[in-house]
C-alpha cells in the first residue's frame, strides 16, 4: 500500500540517460512539425523550405538550453555528476567526441548570450538561435532582413513551439528520487 505513494529510485546514471534519450527523442519527433510551421509560415517572403532531417544543429541547441537548467534542480555536486555523466552519454549518442561536444555547448551558450542579451530567458535565446543557425533572415520583410532581426510576430509564434523542446524536470521528479552514487 506505501509503495503506492512513494518515489521510485534511480542512479544519477539512469537518471542521465532518461535525459539523453529523452531530449533526442524529443528533437527527433517534434522538429519535423517546427519545421512545417516554419516553411509554412506567412510572414516569411518566401519558404525557407528547411528540411525535416536536418536536426542536427537544432539538437545541439536544444541541448545546450537543457542543460542550462541543471543548476535549478540539483546542488553543485549533483550538477557536476549530472552534467559529466549526461555529457558522455549525449556524446555517444550523437558520434561526437565529448570533448568536441563541449565545445559545441560553449558555441552555443555564447550564440545564446550574443542573440539574447540583456535577456536571460533561455527559451527565447533559443527561438533567436534556432532563427540564426538556420538563416532564416534572409526570407523575411525587407526590413527585418537588413537588420538581421527575427519579425516579432514570428519570434513569438516560434518561441511557443520551442517551448514543447524544453525538459521538464519537475514532472520527472514527481515519479522518480534520484540516488548519486
Known amino acids: 500500500m506505501f ?17 539523453v534519450n529523452g531530449i533526442i527523442k524529443l528533437v527527433e519527433e517534434g522538429y519535423p ?9 506567412a510572414e ?12 542536427d544543429r537544432f539538437l545541439l541547441i536544444v541541448f545546450t538550453a537543457n542543460l542550462s537548467f541543471l ?6 555536486v549533483e550538477q557536476m555528476k549530472m552534467q559529466d555523466s549526461i555529457y558522455s552519454k549525449f556524446a555517444s549518442a550523437t558520434g561526437l567526441t565529448k570533448q568536441d561536444l563541449k565545445v559545441w555547448v560553449n558555441k552555443y551558450s555564447q550564440l545564446f548570450y550574443t542573440l ?10 533559443m527561438s533567436k538561435a534556432f532563427f ?3 538563416k532564416l533572415y ?14 516579432p510576430i514570428l519570434l513569438k509564434k516560434l518561441n511557443d513551439v520551442i517551448e514543447t523542446f524544453i525538459w521538464d524536470w519537475d ?3 514527481k515519479r522518480y528520487k534520484a540516488v548519486f552514487s
Open 44 to 55: 516569411f517572403v518566401k519558404s525557407p523550405k528547411l528540411h525535416k532531417e536536418n536536426y
Open 116 to 125: 539574447n542579451h540583456p535577456s536571460k530567458n533561455v527559451k527565447y535565446a
Open 33 to 41: 512539425d517546427l519545421v512545417d510551421m516554419v516553411n509554412n509560415e
Open 71 to 76: 543548476p535549478d534542480h540539483f546542488g553543485a
Open 171 to 173: 514532472n520527472l521528479f
Open 132 to 134: 540564426h543557425e538556420y
Open 138 to 151: 534572409s526570407f523575411q520583410e525587407e526590413y527585418f532582413k537588413k537588420m538581421r532581426v527575427p519579425n
Open 3 to 19: 509503495s503506492l505513494f512513494t518515489k521510485k529510485k534511480i542512479t544519477d546514471e539512469t537518471l542521465a540517460n532518461i535525459f
